[in-house]
Structures are given as structure tokens and as C-alpha cells.
């Protein structure tokens, strides 16, 4: 009976995984883009390396890639707070928008 409860939930994963990470509103190239930085982010050399290699097929270069790796250490070590600074470290509004403020 728990055989039977883990393949049905294992079977559930496995669908909600493939639609997020196939099918939806964004992009591919965009879902590659996020899937990078989780794999970044949670430090899962395997995922990383997989989806390196799907970055490259949908054409992301190597410098958006080293740019999503220090944003995604940037973060860190502001969560961190190695430096007492993690307030500090604020994004910047390119676009001049008001919106959200």
C-alpha cells in the first residue's frame, strides 16, 4: 500500500514537473534562464550541468550565464551577511518606472 502511495505521488511529481519546466507562459529560453538559477541557487551540480548544457542549445551566452551566477552569489552572500551590509544592497529600476515604490 505505501509502494502504491509513492508511485502515484512519484507519478504526480513527475507530470507537475514536466509542465513547469516545459509548457506555461514563459519562454523557453526563459524557463532555462530560471532553471539555471535554481540549479545555481541550491547548489545541485548535476541540475547545473544539465541545464548548462540546455542553455547553450536555446542560445544563452556564456556572459548571461556568469551574470545569473554573481546575481545568484550577490544575493547569497547578502542573505548571509558576511559584511553586516545586506540592507544595503538594493536593485536599481533602469526604466525610471514608479511602480511598486
Not at 509502494?3 to 529560453?29: D, P
Not at 539555471?36 to 541550491?42: E, Q
Not at 554573481?70 to 545586506?86: R, T
Amino acid at each position: 500500500m505505501l509502494s502504491e502511495a509513492y508511485n502515484t505521488l512519484n507519478s504526480k511529481f513527475q507530470s507537475f514537473r514536466n509542465e513547469a519546466l516545459n509548457s506555461g507562459v514563459l519562454s523557453e529560453r526563459d524557463r532555462v534562464l530560471a532553471a539555471l538559477v535554481a540549479s545555481i541557487s541550491y547548489e545541485s551540480s548535476e541540475e547545473l550541468r544539465k541545464w548548462m548544457i540546455k542553455a547553450k542549445q536555446v542560445g544563452i551566452s556564456q556572459e548571461e550565464i556568469d551574470q545569473l551566477a554573481a546575481i545568484c552569489l550577490a544575493i547569497h552572500i547578502s542573505k548571509l551577511d558576511f559584511f553586516g551590509q545586506a540592507n544595503e544592497i538594493n536593485p536599481t529600476d533602469s526604466s525610471g518606472s514608479s511602480c511598486c515604490v
